[in-house]
């Protein structure tokens, strides 16, 4: 079995955004709050990509649901 280990700087290099810990820090600060009601995927500030992706993993609980979820988390502070 596979296992992969994913954190955030993958799933920023992943999503085709800026990935330095300086470039993810200032992107949560950016974009927080987001609302309880909007599913992470779903927020606005997503292309069309990128919230595929991110809603794809995450129903799938694929290897990248992990870290997904610590975004969501990070974003909701």
Request: proline letters at 5%.
């Amino acid at each position: 079995m596979h296992e992969h280990s994913h954190n955030l700087t993958s799933l920023f290099d992943q999503l085709g955004l800026p990935s330095t810990e300086k470039d993810i820090e200032t992107f949560i600060h950016n974009h927080r709050p987001l609302a309880p009601e909007i599913q992470l995927s779903k927020a606005p500030f997503w292309t069309a990509g990128q919230a595929q992706f991110l809603g794809e993993q995450t129903k799938a609980d694929a290897d990248w649901a992990v870290v997904i979820d610590k975004l969501d988390t990070s974003l909701r502070q």
